[in-house]
């Protein structure tokens, strides 16, 4: 090498460079501050879900879900409810400036700005540290949406019948099973069809809070006095033909209730009969 000519390299292809192979580092140096993320973090990451899964599945399996009737979008008297991880939302939209008008407040604004504060809390605080008292922006923000998260619900929980509710939506599977005589060919079935199916269904087995007409003890004259005048929670007006087709139609649910006498569930004296 010649003063001010710069060094210069020469490589030579007889010599074999040196590869090592892709090993994870050595953490021993480290005891307690860092691991590898294979295994040792991963691993501790599927035992804790594992747990975290099978105890779930052993409260599902002993404490199973009700089941409620089938979707019938002809039913307006269903009380729509979320489910129990949704209610907090749902008991917000009860509040005076968070429904009505103030609708898009409470169910785009409010959930909106407490989702992305949780989001932002990773950028707001960047404290090196793992400690809870070292990193008071997130745990603060985590801390107020669980208090937030756990009174709503329990707010809506609360203000909810659930005994009722499953009396009222609960789906009869007896009276599903059992086989009921109707004769289609009755002058009074198109006037039920056309007036009282949607409610009371094809058998008139009814459906929800819309009782069954099997067990009616209602004279024919009783019936035809609901089905104009309505009862409980059904509105008056729901028949809309004439006198002659009435007197068929009561006659019709009176006869189908005597001969399928003990089929239904739910006496025809609650709401909503016809």
């Known amino acids: 090498m010649h003063r001010g000519k710069g060094m210069k390299f020469v490589g030579d292809s007889r010599i074999k460079a040196n590869k090592t192979q892709n090993v994870p580092k050595d953490y021993s140096e480290y005891p307690g501050r860092t691991e590898a993320f294979w295994p040792n973090f991963l691993l501790k ?24 009737q089938q979707a ?8 729509p409810l979320p489910d129990w991880y ?23 604004v409010m959930p909106g700005l407490a989702f992305g504060a949780l989001l932002l809390a990773p950028f707001l605080d960047r404290a090196p540290g793992r400690r809870v008292s070292k990193r008071p922006i997130a745990t603060g923000l985590m801390l107020l949406g669980v208090a937030a998260t756990i009174w709503l619900t329990y707010e809506s929980v609360s203000s909810v019948d659930y005994q009722q509710r499953a009396e009222d939506y609960t789906v009869d599977v007896a009276a599903q099973e059992t086989e009921v005589e109707v004769n289609t060919d009755h002058a009074g079935y198109g006037a039920y069809e056309a007036n009282c199916m949607s409610c009371h269904g094809e058998q008139l087995q009814g459906s929800g809070n819309n009782p069954s007409l099997l067990a ?8 035809q006095d609901i089905a104009v005048n309505g009862i409980g929670s059904m509105p008056e007006g729901i028949f809309g033909g004439s006198d002659e087709e009435l007197q068929q139609l009561a006659e019709f649910v009176k006869e189908t209730a005597e001969a399928n006498s003990g089929g239904g569930s739910g006496g025809g004296s609650g709401g909503g009969s016809h």
């Open 45 to 68: 990451e599927w035992l804790t879900g594992s747990v975290f899964l099978i105890g779930f599945l052993i409260l599902v399996a002993a404490h199973p879900s009700p089941l409620e």
């Open 72 to 79: 019938d979008p002809t039913n307006a008297s269903y009380i």
């Open 86 to 108: 949704f209610l907090f939302i749902y008991q917000i939209l009860k509040y005076q400036f968070a429904g009505g008008e103030y609708i898009v407040i409470g169910a785009i």
């Open 216 to 223: 009616t003890e209602k004279s024919v004259e009783e019936i």
